[in-house]
């Protein structure tokens, strides 16, 4: 981990060019790797050396990314995934088998619930789904020797909680347990949960680190914090592996004991390896990536001023505003900025919304956020379209909810559209 700041990590962390060699990191578009001996192969395949071996499991490119990333959060390693959700299975089923459970906050994207509520129980592996500001003495009571973990966003998306990190670290380590941290829309720029106590973090590369809306990936980033010999509740890692030939991840590995078990385990098993072109591109973002997202952060911070004073908005959730209910939480975690994503209730609901996202010009219709680019979508419409208005507020959306995705267009501009698109439904 460098001592530089993080502005100049995210130009210069992770890959260091020799005299002659390329200044910018190389595509290494390659599946495999060549040795002078077997016997050098051997020592690879048995985690006695280090080296690439394969693709599916390691890549010079990707590796060098993954060392920026570990360098930003403060980790002691970190593996990219294909995609976010990727990262966020990987990152439980890690330390979690049949019968297993762990603590999941409700908040949490909806992708991210369906893959625990769901595929994961399938699995045999309980999400035990806990709300934000459940007393602890409830949680406790949800929490047994085959619970495994505790999860929860840094802000939640598209809900924008703010996770006390803290508060949910302590208690996770109050029963020996890990707290894994989705960072995604704070990014390591205006949050690093590392320092609150989190032991795991995850994110979708897609949103911010890329920027542009060009590549999907995830990664998980292990901070080598948490001891997992003295949990004693965690097999995976501190019992021999009988698919290496009895390797102990803690013995062999230390404090990188996780994320190389992730990588060397079920990397390898489950293949949801990112591509090298993929990555090389989300190195291009992670360079600008200190820039955007305070521009984003500003850009956003005025739309929610604009839209808490407008007569057609009933309601604005945005964390750093300070009539967000989670303002003083934002003050603790994310002083010096949130995110650029805002939800919105227009008055007059649904057909009023949905209106609204119509008349908007530079603001895209699209499935996605934190990209470049001003983007809107109406849940109740789209995504969550095949819910009543009653199972609508069930799940937090109310059938007025805009999520509106701000952008680093001048800030006028994003403004303009938003006033002429209250024009047009009034």
Known sequence: MSDHKIETKCIQSGYEPGNGEPRVLPIYQSTTYRYTSGEHLAKLFDLEASGHMYTRISNPTVDAVENKIADL???????????????NFIAIFNIASAGDNFLCLTSIYGGSVNLFGVTMKRMGIEARFITPDVPDEEIEKLIDDRTRCIFGETIANPALKVFDIERYANLAHKYNMPLI?????????????????????????????????????????????????????????????????????????????????ARTQLMRDLGATPQPLAVFLLNQGLGSLHVRVERHFKNAMAVAEYLEKHDMVESVSFPSLPSSPDYELT??????????????????????????????????????????????????????????????IDCGISPGLIRFSVGIENIDDIIADIDKAFSKIK
């Not at 991840?249 to 994320?259: C, D, E």
Request: with cysteine.
């Open 181 to 261: 941290v989705d960072n995604t829309f704070a990014t390591p720029v205006f949050c690093r949960p590392f320092e609150f106590g989190a032991d795991i973090v995850t994110h979708s590369t897609t949103k911010y680190m890329d920027g542009q809306a060009t590549v999907v990936g995830g990664v998980i980033v292990d901070s080598g914090n948490f001891d997992w010999e003295a949990a004693g509740k965690y097999p995976e890692l501190t019992e021999p592996d009988d698919s290496y030939h009895g390797v102990v991840y803690t013995k062999q590995f230390g404090n990188a004991a996780y994320i190389t078990k």
């Open 73 to 87: 959060e403060g980790g002691v390693g970190a593996m990219c995934t294909s995609s976010g959700q990727a990262a």
């Open 331 to 392: 003050k603790k975690y994310l002083p010096n900025g949130s995110c650029g994503v805002i939800s919105f209730v227009i008055k007059g609901g649904r057909e009023t919304a949905m209106k609204f996202m119509d008349s908007l010009e530079l603001a895209e219709i699209v499935v996605h956020v934190a990209d470049a680019r001003t983007s809107v979508l109406h849940p109740a419409s789209t995504t969550h379209r095949q819910l009543t208005d009653e199972q609508l």
